[in-house]
């Protein structure tokens, strides 16, 4: 069994799909399809939130080393497995994790830019607790934060593209600009302008570590991610 992510190349936010498997639970049951574009939740993002066959989803994930994405819905009322059912995404939740990941990239890139010797070894891309971490024992200069403001601001008004490929082992690439691609599974802006504006939080050195703190602009409009 195997479930076909449609998001990693497609900013579709509906689409049918077949029911591959159904297992009732107490909070409702799980959902297998052959197809979806529910996010799994992973790589310091939350899952996508929506609907199947309008009951809600409210969680995604996938297991470890597996193919098999697990979608778990509040019913499995009206679910059988073999039939063809509508897929829909919660919008304001996609768009809104897909710009504070895209942020997280491009942070990611830029501190590494500016601090030579420092590596992104973490990232958490929760609304109101978006941070990346890096490896760095150096001095932090003292313009860094301005500096590192100033970048990320050029960067989003030269619209960096935001790059997506798949290889044939299905293993999914996201590439900012000319910055080196980097493998991830999850939804993303598709240029940077997309992303609006990227408010540097907080910078915290402690040890070898440095940890900066993020937040992005809402906009929830009709822009499509994935
Ligand atoms: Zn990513």
Same mark, same amino acid.
């Given at each position: 069994m195997k479930t076909i992510r449609d998001y990693y190349q497609s900013p579709a936010i509906a689409m049918k799909a077949t029911v591959l498997q159904i297992t009732p639970s107490d909070t409702g049951g799980t959902v297998i399809l052959d197809h979806t574009l529910f996010c799994v939740q992973g790589g310091g993002q939350p899952a996508d939130h929506g609907t199947i066959a309008g009951i809600p989803v409210t969680h995604v994930e996938a297991a470890k080393d597996s193919d098999i994405v697990f979608h778990s819905v509040s019913s499995l009322e009206g679910l059988k497995e073999g039939s063809e059912v509508e897929l829909r995404i919660d919008v304001p939740r996609r768009v809104l994790n897909s710009k504070l990941h895209t942020g997280g990239h491009l942070l990611a890139a830029l501190v590494e830019e500016i601090l030579p010797g420092s590596k992104a070894c973490g990232g &958490? &891309?929760? #609304?109101?607790?978006?941070?990346?971490? /890096?490896?760095? @024992?150096?001095?932090? #200069?003292? @313009? /860094?934060e301005q500096a590192l403001c100033t970048m990320i601001d050029n960067a989003v008004a030269n619209d960096l593209t935001v790059k997506r490929s798949l290889t044939n082992e299905g293993d999914r690439f996201v590439q900012i600009g000319e910055y080196p691609a980097l493998r991830c599974g999850g939804t993303h802006c598709w240029s940077l302008k997309q992303l609006g504006r990227l408010i540097v939080r907080g910078i915290k050195q402690k040890k070898d570590r440095l940890r900066i703190g993020y937040d992005v602009s809402v906009d929830l409009s009709s822009q499509r991610y994935a």
């Amino acid at each position: 069994m195997k479930t076909i992510r449609d998001y990693y190349q497609s900013p579709a936010i509906a689409m049918k799909a077949t029911v591959l498997q159904i297992t009732p639970s107490d909070t409702g049951g799980t959902v297998i399809l052959d197809h979806t574009l529910f996010c799994v939740q992973g790589g310091g993002q939350p899952a996508d939130h929506g609907t199947i066959a309008g009951i809600p989803v409210t969680h995604v994930e996938a297991a470890k080393d597996s193919d098999i994405v697990f979608h778990s819905v509040s019913s499995l009322e009206g679910l059988k497995e073999g039939s063809e059912v509508e897929l829909r995404i919660d919008v304001p939740r996609r768009v809104l994790n897909s710009k504070l990941h895209t942020g997280g990239h491009l942070l990611a890139a830029l501190v590494e830019e500016i601090l030579p010797g420092s590596k992104a070894c973490g990232g &958490h &891309h929760w #609304p109101g607790e978006a941070r990346v971490e /890096f490896i760095y @024992d150096g001095q932090l #200069p003292s @313009d /860094f934060e301005q500096a590192l403001c100033t970048m990320i601001d050029n960067a989003v008004a030269n619209d960096l593209t935001v790059k997506r490929s798949l290889t044939n082992e299905g293993d999914r690439f996201v590439q900012i600009g000319e910055y080196p691609a980097l493998r991830c599974g999850g939804t993303h802006c598709w240029s940077l302008k997309q992303l609006g504006r990227l408010i540097v939080r907080g910078i915290k050195q402690k040890k070898d570590r440095l940890r900066i703190g993020y937040d992005v602009s809402v906009d929830l409009s009709s822009q499509r991610y994935a």
